[in-house]
Structure formats: C-alpha cells, structure tokens
C-alpha cells in the first residue's frame, strides 16, 4: 500500500529506500507545469541521520507502524546499551552508533520510550524534559539573582548546559530535552 505525497505531514513514519524515517518537515509544492512534489526533511530512525529529500508521487512510499514501549535504561557496556521493557521484562540492546544523540541523557532507572519497528528496537524516544542534578558549577555569590545571566553547569549525566546564576552544586533542575535549555528548579 503506497502513500500518495498529499498524505505525507510531519510526524508521520515512512519506508523508503528500504528505510525506516520519521517526517520532520513537509513542504507541498505544485507548479505549473509538471507533477506535484514535496520538499521533506526525514529522519532515519536506525541512524538518526537527518537528510533533505524530494519526494514524487512516482517514488515508492509506504506508511511504517512504529509501535511505542515503554522502556528502562539499565546499563552500559562499552558501546553497548541495556534496557528492560516494561511490558515483557525482557533485556533489550542497542548500539552507540544508533543513540548517538540521546546518549547525554541516559541516567540509570531513567524510563523512556522505545520505538520498535517489525519487532526490532530501533530508536528511543526521550521524555521532553529531565529532571537532573547538578554535580557541578560555580558558585552563586550574593545579588546574583537579580541580574539576568547564566554559568556553565555539570548534570549528573555529564551534560553541559547554561543555567542562572543562583542554581548552586547538588540542585535539581528540569531540562528541555530537545532544546537543552534550563527550565526551572525541582
């Protein structure tokens, strides 16, 4: 069952050259002469690879099922990362290459989301925001709170973000994870 490039919209999952993407942008075009197309961005979901692709309806799409799990991160060994599902309680792994992006995030017991395509684990999909403790920064000093700006802080998954001026060592923060930008105090 092929898509036509009317149906494609962002959020939508895709087979395509035989891989599995996620729409991230969709841009429908029809000039005057010609058949209509679609300008997409697409997200490879074994890869993370982002790649700018036009799409035709003379291009063989077909709509991917993505089933979401919920997920536990366990442990990491070497390159190799563990998770439990929550559903069978059985160990699942995947390699640094395909979590490249979300490694910075991976805190043990952290529950996230899988993203299983035909039965394989393929990627994981984040929370959208984390709540972390900082381990490390500098420290605040008196009348800091009133001015509007920020430091360098150290989270307890060796993340590196801008924070303000009066969160100090050992605060637990909430942060955006796909923007990673502070958000407030726990």
């Known amino acids: 069952m092929g898509l036509s490039i009317s149906d494609l919209r962002p959020g939508i999952s895709i087979k395509y050259n035989n891989e599995v993407f996620t729409i ?6 029809k000039l005057g002469r010609g058949s209509a197309f679609c300008r997409t961005k697409l997200k490879n979901l074994r890869t993370s690879q982002v790649i700018d692709c036009t799409l035709r309806d003379s291009d063989n799409i077909e ?10 991160y366990l442990y990491s060994d070497g390159d190799i990362f563990h998770f439990l ?5 059985e160990d699942l792994v995947l390699d640094k290459m395909r979590i ?4 910075e995030w991976l805190k043990d017991n952290l529950e996230l989301t899988g993203l299983f395509y035909n039965n394989e684990l ?7 925001a984390l709540e972390l403790k900082v381990v490390e920064t ?4 008196r009348g800091d709170t009133v001015k509007s700006g920020t430091k360098p802080a150290k989270l307890e998954t060796g993340l590196i973000i801008q924070v303000p001026l009066f969160i100090n060592k050992g605060d ?11 958000l407030g105090r726990v």
């Open 138 to 141: 500098e420290p605040g000093f």
């Open 63 to 72: 709509e991917a099922f993505i089933e979401k799990r919920g997920l536990q």
């Open 122 to 128: 393929i990627n994981l999909e984040l929370p959208s």
């Open 100 to 103: 490249e992006d979300k490694i």
């Open 85 to 89: 599902d929550l559903e069978t309680y």
């Open 172 to 182: 637990v923060i909430k942060v955006d994870t796909r923007t990673k930008e502070y």
């Open 24 to 29: 991230l942008e969709c841009e429908h075009a």
